[in-house]
Structures are given as C-alpha cells and as structure tokens.
T-cell receptor
Framework: QKEVEQNSGPLSVPEGAIASLNCTYS??????FFWYRQYSGKSPELIMFIYSNGDKEDGRFTAQLNKASQYVSLLIRDSQPSDSATYLCAGTPNDYKLSFGAGTTVTVRA | SAVISQKPSRDICQRGTSLTIQCQVDSQVTMMFWYRQQPGQSLTLIAT???????TYESGFVIDKFPISRPNLTFSTLTVSNMSPEDSSIYLCSVVWGRGGTDTQYFGPGTRLTVL
C-alpha cells in the first residue's frame, strides 16, 4: 500500500467552479502535508502546506487536514484555465522525505 | 525561497553510458534530495544527500547505480550509471527551506533524460 493515495482523476471543471482534490495517507506519524502543482514539462511548484487539523486558506486555495481520518484535501475556488495542471499531494512520513501521491490532473474548461 | 538550478536541462544518451547531473542552490542548505519522475508517473525519492554524511538511498536504489556527491552546502551531483532505456526519466533535486515556521521542499527545474 502506498503511503499516500490520491484520487487520480482526471478532473474536469468549468471555469469559475470549485475543484476538489483528495488524498489519504497511511502513516499516522506523518506530520505535514503539501500540495504541489505541476504544469506539463515543468517541475513541481509548492502551493500550500498544512500541519494542523482544520482548514488553511491562501487566496483561492484551501487545504484541509483531518488527522483522525488521515485525509487531506485541496479546494480550488473560482477555477481558472491557468489552474489546469497536475496536482500532487505529499506527506512526510519521516525526516522531511516526501511521499507523493499519484497526482490528479485538473482541466478547467473555459 | 532558494533558487535552484540543474544542469543539463535535458540530454539524450546511449545505453551503457553514464550521465552526471548537477544541482546548484543559491543559498546554503543542509538537506537536499534527489527524485525521479518516470513518464506519466509521480515523483519517487532516490536518495537523501546531506552535506557531511554519506547519501542514504531508498529501497530499490543503490549507490553503484546512482552515486551522489555533496561536497558543500550549495551543490550536489547525481550520476546515472550504466544507463538503460528504463532510466529515461526526469531527475529532480530538491532542498528543504524554512518558510513560515515549517520547512518545505522546493524543487529544481529538473533534468529530462532519454536513454536510447
């Protein structure tokens, strides 16, 4: 079983809608979780990190963490065509090493 | 965040040869990692390269195949040895950088390797 499981999608949403991305993790020792965005042919770019239960908002992005359910999510509000990318969820089981999910490809339809 | 560069950005190599990838950071960082991203896949950690200690490899990766150097706090190299087509991937270095009280990882631009 992978340490981080991510609904692989793909996910298609209309412009202006909310895109919801989810992942679960198996290692209860994981402390911090990260969402990266990766455009085709580019390297991953950090969007948000979260380490406390609850919600964390940054602009149009909201990360949610539920440690009891071992569940992490990312909401993208007012989705724009520029949000079309692959989103990678990652956790840190130990020593800052990142364990990545499979990624979810999001397409925002204009 | 730290600015990370990698050389080469891409290369096409013949099987059986070796390629050394360089990762340069504009600030001193203790923790550095090397990842591989195979076509259409997510990222897999190859090894941790901390200055002052030997690199530690993840399961499935060995030093003979992926020797790593970390001579100082701003530079590292990863060599892909005796390459085969299965080594065709994007290789990325990353560094841990403090931000808002939580250390996060930032990635270099990657090296796209094609092995014929």
């Amino acid at each position: 079983q992978k340490e981080v499981e991510q609904n692989s999608g793909p996910l298609s949403v209309p412009e202006g809608a909310i895109a919801s991305l989810n992942c679960t993790y198996s290692d209860r020792g994981s402390q911090s979780f990260f969402w990266y965005r990766q455009y085709s042919g580019k390297s991953p770019e950090l969007i948000m990190f979260i380490y406390s239960n609850g919600d964390k908002e940054d602009g149009r992005f909201t990360a949610q963490l539920n440690k009891a359910s071992q569940y992490v999510s990312l909401l993208i509000r007012d989705s724009q065509p520029s949000d079309s990318a692959t989103y990678l969820c990652a956790g840190t089981p130990n020593d800052y090493k990142l364990s990545f999910g499979a990624g979810t490809t999001v397409t925002v339809r204009a | 965040s730290a600015v990370i560069s990698q050389k080469p950005s891409r290369d096409i190599c013949q099987r059986g040869t070796s390629l050394t990838i360089q990762c340069q950071v504009d600030s001193q960082v203790t923790m550095m990692f090397w990842y591989r991203q195979q076509p259409g896949q997510s990222l897999t950690l190859i090894a941790t390269a901390n200055q002052g200690s030997e690199a530690t490899y993840e399961s499935g990766f060995v030093i003979d195949k992926f020797p790593i150097s970390r001579p100082n706090l701003t530079f590292s190299t990863l060599t892909v040895s005796n390459m085969s087509p299965e080594d065709s991937s994007i290789y990325l270095c990353s560094v841990v950088w403090g931000r808002g009280g939580t250390d996060t990882q930032y990635f270099g631009p990657g090296t796209r390797l094609t092995v014929l």
